[in-house]
């Protein structure tokens, strides 16, 4: 049998080893320039600079397909291989996403170099989205002179893709994202980014605050490090008659309020400002004695309360855990109108464009916090996107209906 003979590197058409070594150089490059990049500040397209630079990189890329379409070079850069490896290498950058916060950072950090904190704006993440622009591009000026099912499909789903791309990359710049402290003796209608002072479009007051706590977890402090000891039979939860051993002594629960105060000895359930939780302890020891006593987390108003186990370890509540919380806020338009809405975590609203978030609240007071802060966002690429969507869903409909799956239709 005859050997196939194996293709040089770099002899056209390019498959996926070229493809690999120069998509693999060029986000090196980008992590590169980012490194040795002095005062770099982060790239983002906002309008209307974003639609121009669009528009020149469109016409750009239709007059090089129409002078250049034969060329083996450009068909390269329409290729499926191209297009393999720059979401491959893509996807890997949006996995570290999940690995490092992304935030901005000044600290002068290897990380923060590289741009890992702030992936979408790092230029490697920036020349893969090029690279992907004029892959997908090419692509689809190669389809649209024969538009029958199969083409018209494919058209549908590298079209979603290609607006999906462009508007995560090309629309980061008008996202406009501010955190606001709003309390209920104010109206807040402008906050401050930087230096500058930015009036909102519309104005928020609080009306309510509500948050319901975790019942609070007794802890066995080590008097000598100040630490809470750690694992399964060293923390006592707050379930009615909840035992532990530690020391040859049997710790009891007895009682549990959630908000109460002090009067004397013993604690009582109250619910006003700066109640506290607290819970009435027994402690047996070998020899069958038992001692028994308050013990309190304390608030703003109130000072815990402690009970010593002996000389070296202690009983202490911890601080309860937020299940939840949520405020009730008015918002006040420039046309005179006024809305009540409730935000709660992870449940935004949505008022005129923007999503509005509860994300904290004053932590010293607790569920009688006399403040709320909120952060409304604002991305009016976003129904762009969903454009990509639809229509990537749209072809994959036509491509389940039309029952016939091409190989290289595939990217």
Known sequence: ????????????????????????????????I???SVNRTEIEFSYPGNIIILSILFVFISVVFLIFKKSNFVKWLQSAQLAIVTISWMLLLVLLMGIFKQESNSEDSIINQLYLSNILSSSAFILLQLILIINLCFALLNRFNKLNLRNFTFILNHLGILIIVIGLGFGSGDISKYTLKISKNDFTWKTT?????????FAFKLVDFKLENFPAKIGIINNQTDKIIKGNDKIILTGQDSIIHFKGKTIRLKKHFKNSIQFGENFHPVNETGSCPAAFIEIEDENNKKQTAWISRGSHLHPSVLLPIDSSYTLAMLEPEAKSYKSDISVYFKSGDIQKYTIEVNKPVHINGWDIYQTDYNNELGEWSDYSIIE???DPWLNVIYFGVFLMLIGVVLLIYSGKVNNNDLV
């Open 376 to 378: 409304m966002v604002r």
């Open 193 to 201: 980014q930087g230096n500058a002072e930015i009036e909102l479009p």
């Open 1 to 32: 049998m005859q050997k196939r003979n194996k293709k040089p590197i770099w002899m056209f058409p390019w498959g996926f080893v070229e493809s690999s070594l120069i998509v693999t150089a060029m986000m090196i490059n980008g992590f590169l």
């Open 34 to 36: 980012d490194l040795f």
